[in-house]
T-cell receptor, first 112, second 111 residues
Framework: NAGVTQTPKFRILKIGQSMTLQCTQD?????MYWYRQDPGMGLKLIYY???????DKGEVPNGYNVSRSTTEDFPLRLELAAPSQTSVYFC???????????FGPGTRLTVT | GIQVEQSPPDLILQEGANSTLRCNFS?????LQWFHQNPWGQLINLFY???GTKQNGRLSATTVATERYSLLYISSSQTTDSGVYFC?????????????FGAGTRLAVHP
């Protein structure tokens, strides 16, 4: 199993541009999560999904959108990128709502 | 909302030394996890430990949920233990495992 994969690894965006961060897991996990990590800080939950077609907001959802059309994929969309969205973005998954989460390698995003 | 506090914020060890990292949380939680973020940024799940004690090699963890704290023990530290250790707690009715992270303990192990 590849586990949780994320693409791209790095990206530089100009203010106002849009992009989609991709996340795929091959462990048949129902629960998937997007976090952001600002320098020197812990992670903060952006959005999560408990299954295909079901998503909900986390702690810091403003400026982001998600969709979950399949069990495997959970893309994160940034519309109108702002410098405040410069961060490292992590995707995670778990089989059930109580259990250890498995993280992807992260996407480092810079908005200038 | 719930507060998660980790101590110490920074720790420097000589290889072979032991250490204890602490995580305090301000309210009841559904579960608690410890993560290691290595110098390359990868997050590794160390323990899923809502209560009790677990051990994995040189690492062990204890959570006392009634007193709202958890401890991570590292014995005979190695340079590969360097990185940031995060405690994260899960809250919310019905689970959903929405993790709230502490600020982390930054560990440097010198040879």
């Amino acid at each position: 199993n590849a586990g949780v994969t994320q693409t791209p690894k790095f990206r530089i965006l100009k203010i106002g541009q849009s992009m989609t961060l991709q996340c795929t897991q091959d462990m048949n996990h129902n629960y998937m999560y997007w976090y952001r990590q600002d320098p020197g800080m812990g992670l903060k939950l952006i959005y999560y999904s408990v299954g295909a077609g079901i998503t909900d907001k986390g702690e810091v959802p403003n400026g982001y959108n998600v969709s979950r059309s399949t069990t495997e994929d959970f893309p994160l969309r940034l519309e109108l990128a702002a410098p405040s969205q410069t961060s490292v973005y992590f995707c995670a998954s778990t089989y059930e709502d109580i259990g250890g989460q498995y993280f992807g390698p992260g996407t480092r995003l810079t908005v200038t | 909302g719930i507060q998660v506090e980790q101590s110490p914020p920074d720790l420097i060890l000589q290889e072979g030394a032991n250490s204890t990292l602490r995580c305090n949380f301000s309210d009841s939680v559904n579960n608690l996890q410890w993560f290691h973020q290595n110098p390359w940024g990868q997050l590794i799940n160390l323990f899923y430990i809502p209560s009790g004690t677990k051990q994995n090699g040189r690492l062990s963890a204890t959570t006392v949920a009634t007193e709202r704290y958890s401890l991570l023990y590292i014995s005979s530290s190695q340079t590969t233990d360097s990185g940031v250790y995060f405690c994260a707690v899960a809250v919310g009715p019905g689970g959903y495992n929405k993790l709230i992270f502490g600020a982390g303990t930054r560990l440097a192990v010198h040879p």
